[in-house]
């Protein structure tokens, strides 16, 4: 069973996969800000509680941080948040639940082993290469150029995968190796091509990738109501170590 100090860690890991360009470390609370585009970089982490103000003061901080940024204040909430009973304090305090999302975890063995049923092409990151990963967004211009400059900004071994079929894009995903650990994000199959083993064939090549980068073992977050997602990582050997989601405040 994975412990409360298991998924701190990893929260904290995944963090540096995805990294903010403003954060603020108060009371212990992981505080991120990114021009209020993507979640992960907008919301509190509760890594660790180091105050003896009540938390509800500390909301109110918060609170008032995203709002002088035009941004509602948001939490990240796993079983390791903290204080304990952070997310019923919240829950009073008018936070509404958000995009509930499993975190899956596998030995990065049991993928590199598998084949890819087509053939992978990797790049490193570059403004050439995200073009490919953003190859068909449906995000706005805004949202787009915001991304690619937290990619950019990731410190760790960083990798992009691309499936062509018939001379067309089928498939892009990511890959960032930090410590021994592989992150998977942004894994897509463009529609017309869904069901053909892309996406399959992108997170084995990303696998082996990470191996030869040093990494031992693989973690991805998939929407908990994303049912083809999960059937897939279900059959290539992902399996759920915790559940997040987020609590937003729509002042």
């Known amino acids: 069973m994975v412990t409360e100090r298991e998924i701190s860690e990893l929260e904290l890991l995944a963090s540096h996969c995805w990294p903010a360009r403003e954060i603020v470390n108060y009371k212990g609370w992981i505080i991120q800000w990114n021009d209020g585009v993507t979640w992960r970089a907008n919301s509190v982490l509760p890594h660790e509680w180091k105050s003896n103000v009540h938390v509800e003061d500390v909301i109110d901080y918060v609170i008032e941080l995203y709002r002088e940024k035009d941004t509602p204040a948001t939490f990240k909430i796993t079983p390791a948040s903290q204080p304990q009973g952070l997310d019923d304090v919240l829950i009073e305090r008018g936070f509404e639940q958000r995009m509930i999302t499993h975190v ?106 990470g191996e030869d980068h040093g990494a031992k073992q693989v973690f991805l977050q998939v929407e908990a109501d994303n049912r083809p997602a999960l059937k897939l990582y279900e059959s290539i050997g992902f399996k759920t170590l915790y559940t997040y989601w987020y609590r937003i405040y729509e002042d």
């Open 104 to 209: 899956q975890t596998v030995q990065i063995g049991d993928i590199s082993c598998l084949d890819p049923h087509h053939p992978v092409d990797l790049f490193k990151v570059s403004d050439e290469s995200l073009d490919i990963l953003m190859h068909r967004s449906e995000r706005d211009k805004r949202a787009i150029e915001v991304r690619r400059e937290i990619i950019h900004r990731i410190r760790g071994e960083k990798n992009i995968a691309r499936v062509l079929m018939h001379g067309n894009i089928a498939g892009v995903g990511l890959g960032v190796v930090e410590r021994d650990w592989l992150g998977l994000f942004s894994i897509r199959t463009m529609p017309e091509f869904q069901r053909r083993g892309v996406a399959w064939s992108l997170n084995c090549a990303l696998a082996m990738w």
